[in-house]
């Protein structure tokens, strides 16, 4: 065997053997733990949108897809339904139709339609050529939604807002049109106006 080989192969079978003292097999023990960190004297700060309350009259300003303005402040006097939604979202796509007949039918009830999804314009208008409503849609930015209202935790996700143009009512899932004239009654409002 040549020496240089002989010599590595030496170094290998010797440095195999070392063991650090205390881990042998069976009486290896762990390190000693560390002490707990101690509790900072100030409460950790909590995320921005936790210690932010919305305000009781929300701020709505947005473009629709046919490229008008909607602000929920020139809507005062009325009940509106501010609805999130995506067209992925199969309760979404439920609840269109009879969100549509409500806005039709009721002269004091309006819906505006928030796409919160990543969708370019055309593909949402594409879409909703088999899916038509009659109120105005419009793309929200999911990074950046309307700051006046709770970012969704799910879709759909809808406001009732009052004619005082206060919310009303958050709804977290499909909602029905019964249910919302039933909300606008309790309120003392008329929904079959």
């Not at 609840?95 to 009721?106: I, K, N, Q």
């Not at 314009?121 to 050529?129: G, V, Y």
Request: glycine share 6%; hydrophobic share 45%; aromatic share 6%.
């Amino acid at each position: 065997m040549k020496p240089v080989l002989l010599a590595a192969c030496l170094a290998a079978l010797a440095l195999s053997a070392c063991k650090r003292p205390g881990t042998e097999e069976q009486g290896a023990q762990a390190p000693p733990a560390r002490p707990a960190p101690a509790k900072p004297a100030v409460e950790p700060a909590k995320p921005a949108e936790a210690k932010t309350k919305k305000p009781d009259v929300p701020a709505l300003r947005v473009a629709t897809l046919e490229g008008k303005q909607f602000d929920l402040a020139a809507h005062r006097g009325k009940w509106v339904v501010v609805n999130f939604w995506a067209t992925w979202c199969a309760p979404c796509r439920k609840e269109m139709p009879e969100l549509s007949a409500l806005d039709a039918m009721r002269e004091n009830i309006e819906v505006i339609g928030l796409a919160y999804e990543e969708i370019e314009p055309k593909e949402l208008q594409d879409f909703l050529k088999k899916h038509p409503v009659v109120y105005p849609i419009a793309i929200v930015d999911v990074y950046a939604p309307p700051a006046d209202f709770a970012t969704p935790r799910g879709l759909p996700m809808t406001y009732l807002i009052a004619p005082d143009g206060k919310v009303a009512k958050q709804f977290l899932g499909p909602v029905t049109a019964q249910e919302i004239e039933d909300e606008i009654a309790a309120a003392g409002g008329k929904p079959n106006a």
